[in-house]
DNA sequence: TTGTAGGCGTTATCAG
DNA sequence: CTGATAACGCCTACAA
């Protein structure tokens, strides 16, 4: 753990100036005489490049940063398992911040874009203040937001189609024949529990039920939050037949409070959970979820990043993903699993 | 995305000399006017410090790297949600690299090491060649290892016993009954293949059981790979009673495989996996898993790395996380969910 | 082809 | 208390 050897110790090594070991070190035009000397060098002294020192001078420090809002929800570890690969073949390095949906921390993680140590930012916000805007204006490396932001923000961002997600759930409930159908949501002022919350009354009005509003009830994103909306919503709707859930989570502990009730999912309580994490395909019995493309999304985040950091400023780009219902256990009986349909 | 305010630029704004700016920000002893000045220029400009800059100088760059085998694997998913918190709260940002296992790229995180743009690493590697000890002893900065390492490297390591665990698993088995458990392992060449698969040998002898090779397959450390393991074994010994797998994803496969062949678990087969990951409570039937500790390990490695670079030099130390069988569906039928001995 | 020197943005020393 | 000034390690004109 000595002091490591610098261009300068391999030069009176060598022989040489600092601008020709520079220079060797770079691949540049230079006397093969020379570039002996300084590989020699080099490799006895065990050198390694100082990366710190060479950022300040590049100002490139080929580390991007990724902040998911909870580090513990697979739907963000999906992302990263995206993410990774593509910025690594790119030749960068990847800083992990996880918010846990606080708005603080994520303004911070902003605010400490300005600090350089990355040269841009992928950033899934769950609620977008008017400070995260003026921040996002302001940025001075390029960012990408997964979530939705308000039109005319200078990002690129990628977007979940959530609305349509709901819809397609409803539409499969409503085929199966069910008609009290309840939902469990998150947060309304974060961006996905207002999107979710609206998307859901307006696929009921599609099929022609009513809302209802004793049939909705509004936790956090957690799965111990999730039990204890479905304990409260089953004590007040004891024959409600379906729950539309916001995400797998959520899902799951509707799942064990179900189970915990005696109710036999799907013939008496049919679920869908959101994002089609690992845990739907294997938790017990399989559950049904809406897939908003975690994986696609991290994928095409990471990919405009990295667009944008080779190729400088153009017009912020919008990619939106879409939904797709990957029906399991948990809807459609012991029989069918597996199955897909868009 | 304009060129920031520096230092030079806050310090002609305010009339006054770099240095004084330098010490106003430090919070070092300033005259109040002084003071005033320079925070009235900063905010103005909206300085934030350059990161990089500041590394050059102190040496220290307030990054930590967590090298993980496999980033899919949700067993070190479970680390990095204790190592994240962990660093955060001690001011260090978490920068990751997904190895996959490939000991060329280990090698290379731990060469990059010593270009500085981190002050320590956690690394988890699956084999340990020459090279890894070599370069272990001549870091440039901290070095924590998840699992094991020779006596006498000069690293902090934490060490999950997989024997032992491995040995509450066959027990167990032995207990409910069962006489032909196979073993379905990952390679042999890696540090846990290796120590598994030992360990079911010894655990088989100590319950007087033989050892019989056909009841062992050797795939990999995936579902896809447990499950043609698991394909293969069935076809040569098709009345084996339990398989004891080498991680949750192998047993995973082997669910899949196990139900396809109309073969109920745990009646027919009893099946143990181990990481105890999310996807063994959450799969179907829930799964019996030897807990190795992934989240304690995660912390104390974290917590291990803080220590040494905050008190530098002392011995290098180890840390053993205990295991853990968790029972579940998949080995004590129906009945009985989520009890827990060790 | 090579060396000297300046600068990237900070921090820290040392006179004033 | 403050202002020059010299590092930190590297890259790159520019001059030799």
Redesign the interface.
Known sequence: ??D?PTITTIAERAGVSIASVSRVLNGLPTRQETVRKVMAAADEL?Y??????R??KSRR?H?VAFAMAD??N?AY?AM??EI??VL?AAGY??????TDAVAADEIDVL??L????VDGLIMSPLRVTETHLRMLA?????VVIIGSVPDGTPVDNVRADSRTGVRLAIDHLHMLGRRRIGMVNGPLDTVPGAARGAAYREALAAVGLPYEEKLVEIGDFYRAEGRRAVETLLRRVPDIDALMCANDLIA?GALDVLRAAGKRVPQDVAVVGMDDT??AA?????LTSVSLGSAERGKAAAELLLDRLQHGDREPRLVTVLPRLVVR?STAGEGSEGGRSS
Not at 48 to 53: H, I
Not at 114 to 117: A, K
Not at 138 to 142: G, I, K, N, Q
Request: glycine content about 8%.
């Open positions: 753990m000595a490591g065990g390694v490049r100082n990366a710190v020192a950022s300040l420090t580390q580090i513990g697979p570890l990263l398992r990774q690969p690594k390095r990847l800083v992990l911040h996880s605010h400490s300005g600090e350089r140590y302001t940025a001075r490396a390029p799951l690992d845990l294997a938790s017990w019995p399989s256990a």
